[in-house]
Each structure stands twice: as structure tokens, then as C-alpha cells.
């Protein structure tokens, strides 16, 4: 039987995470300027977003290579973060609804 105290506690933890979280799962534009500017440009130029033969031409699809690239790049970075960058590229350079 679990104490009063920690099931306080569980329930004080749980509602500070919901409130805490973002409301929607889109990413922050300037969010993901940011982080893209920071550590996508120091391997890459934005002219990779517009070849022809570029890997990506759905949002799914870009997502899946920033998926792909904070990894490999061991950046470690949140959901919130891959949807920010997914969104600022879609917006930005892809011209594809997110």
C-alpha cells in the first residue's frame, strides 16, 4: 500500500510535468532558427535543403533526417526540439505544410 505522502507526491510531480510541457506538439520557429543555425550550418549550408535530388519532400520525411542528424550528431535533443527545427525547415526552405 503506497503512503499518502508519495502518492501526493506522484500526483504533484505528474501535474507539474503537464503544465510544464508545451500545449501543442508544433515546435517554436525561433526555436528551431536557433538550434539550426547553432549545429545544422557547421556541416551544411542551406543549399542541401534545395537540391534536386534532396533526401526529403515531405514534412514526415524532413523530420525523419533531423531525427536522423541530431543522432549522429549526438545532440541529444528533446521532441520539442525536432519538431522545431522540422518546423523551421518546412517553413523556411521544404515550403511544406506542418
Not at 18 to 29: E, N, R, V
Not at 33 to 49: E, G, N, Q
Request: aromatic letters at 12%; glycine letters at 4%; a positive charge.
Amino acid at each position: 500500500m503506497k503512503s499518502p505522502v508519495l502518492t501526493a507526491l506522484t500526483l504533484a510531480a505528474g501535474a507539474y510535468a503537464a503544465l510544464s510541457a508545451p500545449t501543442s506538439f508544433a515546435g517554436d520557429l525561433s526555436r528551431g532558427k536557433s538550434l539550426h543555425d547553432t549545429f545544422c550550418i557547421a556541416c551544411h549550408s542551406p543549399v542541401v535543403y534545395q537540391r534536386k535530388d534532396r533526401l526529403a519532400d515531405s514534412y514526415l520525411e524532413v523530420r525523419q533526417q533531423v531525427e536522423r542528424w541530431q543522432g549522429n550528431a549526438r545532440l541529444r535533443w528533446s521532441s520539442y526540439d525536432i519538431e522545431s527545427v522540422t518546423d523551421y525547415l518546412a517553413d523556411k526552405y521544404y515550403k511544406i505544410p506542418y
